[in-house]
């Protein structure tokens, strides 16, 4: 590593990393280089999962066949760089789905094989706990800014909260114990009748609804610990409909369900985030995953973290979403640390424990 690295410093001091993210159903690749994002291209499957109302794991696969080499081109071209230029290359190892990561890891290896250059698989959640330290515009990593925060993930499949004590160091503190946030929202919307993704289409009509309409649950609120636990509140909508079957007919009504959910779910999210910031006497807390584009979920987080004068740093909506950037950021970090193989007996870990990281 010492010899790539002093080939790094020939260049101008500018490690230029291709990263790859390929865990579900978004294929993206960055440029990152000296910690700004160069390039950022994500191609989406919405549409194409839309009609299952679900991420079918064998049509993502071959749509990441299909789409990986053009957003990889596309990320150079905008990058204004060629393959040849590329000092090291990064790809999510996990968690996600199985047949999704092996095509970006696999690619990547094998091109970083090829090549001769250093690959380094990454941890995605680990990704997502950085991300909030990207920002500006050209995006950069503000490393030099970090401070040791308590960090909420929330996406669809995965809620967890966790302390990061510095940066490459950091302790999970709670998960979720059945279904994730992200998961409430979308298979809530799904009873609704609503499209896929479910977060996006709830969010939109909870701005026309009353949150206080509906006093649904607030699962584990009150108990010490900071697992999440949203399968009880999916329950309850589902009794409310069946006991209500013209709901989902009146657009008022579907408005203000949608209210009342997205209210319980921010309110678990906000009240054991800002909770174990407290307990723990940390001033700063970040949160990140695709339901941190949800609006009420960052004004809320916004108004608690100014009440109680903590520090907030919300990752970017672009860096929100599964990305390639913040990948290639937290590789960069890893690369300069020495934690790199020019191999190709790596595999992938769909099943990759945050806990086991870290520590």
Request: overall charge neutral.
């Amino acid at each position: 590593m010492r010899r790539l690295r002093a080939r790094f410093n020939e260049r101008s001091d500018l490690m230029r990393i291709l990263a790859i993210e390929t865990s579900c159903d978004e294929t993206s690749a960055a440029l990152v280089a000296d910690g700004v994002v160069r390039a950022n291209v994500v191609s989406s499957q919405v549409k194409l999962h839309a009609e299952y109302g679900g991420v079918v794991p064998e049509l993502a696969a071959r749509e990441h066949l299909r789409n990986l080499l053009p957003v990889a081109r596309a990320a150079l071209a905008e990058a204004g760089l060629n393959a040849v230029d590329i000092d090291a290359v990064a790809a999510t190892r996990g968690p996600g789905l199985p047949a999704a990561l092996l095509v970006g890891f696999q690619a990547a290896q094998a091109f970083a094989f090829s090549l001769g250059k250093p690959f380094v698989g990454v941890h995605h959640h680990e990704a997502h706990l950085y991300s909030p330290w990207i920002a500006g515009e050209p995006a950069r990593a503000e490393f030099e800014k970090f401070q040791a925060n308590v960090s909420l993930i929330v996406s669809g499949g995965h809620t967890l909260l966790v302390h990061v004590a510095e940066a490459g160091k950091h302790r999970v503190l709670g998960s979720t114990v059945d279904d994730a946030a992200g998961e409430c929202f979308d298979k809530t919307a799904k009873l609704l009748g609503l499209g896929y993704p479910g977060g996006p289409e709830m969010d939109r009509l909870a701005a026309g609804g009353n949150a206080l309409a509906h006093k649904f649950p607030r699962p584990m609120i009150h108990e010490a610990n900071d697992d999440f636990s949203f399968s009880g509140l999916k329950t309850s909508v589902r009794y409310y409909l069946r006991d209500h079957p013209g709901a989902v007919e009146d657009r008022k009504q579907v408005e203000d369900l949608c209210a009342s959910v997205q209210a319980a779910i921010v309110d678990v999210l906000v009240t054991k985030t800002v909770r174990a910031a407290r307990r723990l006497r940390i001033g700063c807390v970040t949160a990140s995953g695709g339901v941190t584009c949800n609006r009420s979920l960052r004004a809320r987080l916004t108004a608690a973290c100014e009440s109680e004068r903590l520090h907030l740093r919300l990752s970017m909506a672009k860096f929100s979403t599964d990305n390639a950037a913040m990948i290639g950021v937290l590789a960069e970090r890893m690369f300069l640390r020495g934690e790199s193989e020019v191999s190709d007996d790596q595999d992938v870990k769909p099943s990759w424990p945050l806990e086991t990281l870290g520590i």
